[in-house]
């Protein structure tokens, strides 16, 4: 029940970060396609959430690619956020004082999560083999 509650907390912390950055598209921004892979992760993640109760070596094996996709994205975001302090403690003020709350767990939550959430489903996919 731990892990499927880590995948689902996962998918919709990664997965509402990555829709409100894909819905810029609405005014005529690009489609980003690293946010289309981290949103796939986290449908992903949420199909592994639900296969977790049935079979919990099957799911997480499923957990961590979709954790591999939603990584495609959170990667870049943290290097850059990491070389740029200033602006990211810039941008974060900004979305404080706007309240926006979306972006705002996305940026300061999301890799926590993913962190934890991959190195639970690859501790899940090397432990003992399952039973047939």
Known sequence: MKAASLYVLTAVVTGLYSFHDLMS???GAPVN????SALLGSAILTAAAILVIFRPRTAARIGLGGSVLVWVFYAPLIVVRCLMP???CTEL??????REYVPLAGILAGPF?????TVSSARS???APEPS
């Open 125 to 127: 996919v090397l432990s």
């Open 86 to 88: 200033f602006t990211t």
């Open 33 to 36: 396609l690293l946010s289309c």
């Open 93 to 98: 003020r900004s979305l404080m004082s706007f």
């Open 113 to 117: 999560l993913l962190v934890v959430c």
């Open 25 to 27: 598209g609405v005014w």
